[in-house]
Structure formats: C-alpha cells, structure tokens
C-alpha cells in the first residue's frame, strides 16, 4: 500500500515531504472532506517539493452536479503538475448524474496533464446523507476512464471508514474496483488501529490526515512525531 498524507500549506507539506510519504494531498481541510486549496499554493507545493520518489495529489472539492466546474478545476490542477487529481462525488445520488460528472473531471485531467491519473471519490457515509453507493461510484469510474476510485467520509464527526461500512463491503467495494480495471484508495478518519484491517483488505493507497495532526484533530496542524510514528507503524 503506498501511504498518503494531506498537507494543508507549504509547511505541512514540507514536514510531510520528510516523513517518507508516498504521495503528498494538497487540500483544504475547511472546505470539506475533500476541500480544495489555492492553485498558488499546490503549484509552490509542487515545485518546491518535487523530487524523484514523491508523488503530488490535488484535492478540488465535494462538488455538486457542475460538470464544467469540476472539469476546469480538474484541467487546472493536473496542469500545475498534480500526478493524481481527486474529486469528490458528493452531490450526486445516482448513476445518471455521476457519470457526466465523472466523464468531466476525467477530460480535464487529460487535457491538462495526459499522464496525471483521475481519482473519483465517493464516501463510506453515503448513507448518512443519502449520497451515491459505493457499486454505482465505481460503475461511473470505470465508465468516465478514470485511473482510480476512492472511499473518503465526509462527515467529519469521529466515525471513520469501519464505521460506516462492513469489512465484507469494503471488500466487495475493492473487488468491483480491480474487475473494472480501477486502481483503488481507502480513506476516512483513519487512525493507527485501523492499519492491519486496511493491509488485509489491501487497497493501493492509503489516505490519512486526522491521524498525523495535534491531538488527532485533523483541523489542527500535521504534527512530525504522531507522523514518524505512523510511518514506522505502517513499516517503513
């Protein structure tokens, strides 16, 4: 599993940049569980940081059913350098809607960066807020060409991605994502106790923000040491 991490400025990324992440998440944690932050903020993240080993990842929102917005936000981010770019399918409920919504994030990462890879996120707590399934998220990742698919939460109240969905339906989620061909990202208030059951399910990449800041508060700054711990918890 690569291991990544959501910085939310340039001196988040910094310490996270030295922490031997694998991937390092631009977002903006007031915005939403897949808030997006400021394009002169990803592109100094970028240019500052890259180096070989590193890989660069882009939030750019929980959208709504605007397709040209998600796509211009999409087409910005890979073209300031993003390897990965992430949207969230938030304000869709089915088939119908999100794969137009799909379809347009993933245009726009080709035509800003052909090789930068579309991930299309759904959430754990889609039942919570009467969001899309997790089987219909990934029939519109594959339809759409995207390169993955992730779970997030986006509530942010303490409930993380166990309890939101049963480990057999997280299984079931990761198994339709390999069959369509999808690379896949597991994510939600995270904590240490939860790596051995993210390493059973074995899901590509691993998302963690709360987990690595002060006090487990994913509102409060990436802190170095609960960091290293978790590094070395996840074996490195």
Same mark, same amino acid.
């Given at each position: ?26 977002? +903006? ?7 997006? +932050? ?125 309890? +939101? ?72």
């Amino acid at each position: 599993m690569k291991l990544l991490v959501s910085p939310a400025d340039l001196r988040e990324a910094a310490v996270v940049a030295r922490s031997g992440a694998d991937i390092l998440d631009l977002k +903006n944690p007031a915005e939403g569980s897949l808030g997006a +932050n400021f394009p002169w903020v990803l592109a100094a993240v970028i240019r500052r940081l890259r180096r070989p080993g590193l890989e660069f990842s882009a939030a750019i929102g929980d959208l709504g059913f605007q397709p040209g917005t998600a796509a211009l936000a999409a087409h910005a981010a890979a073209s300031l350098g993003a390897d990965y770019v992430k949207a969230g399918l938030y304000g869709v409920k089915d088939l119908r809607r999100a794969l137009p919504l799909a379809a347009a994030v993933v245009k726009g990462v080709r035509t800003g960066r052909p090789r930068a890879r579309a991930v299309i996120a759904g959430y754990a707590d889609w039942r919570r807020f009467g969001g899309l399934a997790p089987l219909d998220l990934v029939r519109a990742a594959r339809k759409a060409g995207a390169g993955l698919v992730m779970l997030d939460t986006a509530l942010k109240d303490g409930r993380s991605l166990f309890d +939101n969905m049963t480990h057999r339906e997280l299984e079931r989620f990761l198994a339709a994502a390999r069959k369509a061909g999808l690379g896949t990202a597991l994510a939600g208030s995270v904590r240490a106790e939860h790596l051995p059951a993210l390493a059973a399910l074995g899901p590509d990449i691993v998302g963690l923000r709360g987990a690595v800041c002060l006090g487990g508060d994913r509102r409060r700054r990436v802190c170095p040491r609960r960091l290293a711990e978790l590094r070395r918890a996840c074996g490195a």
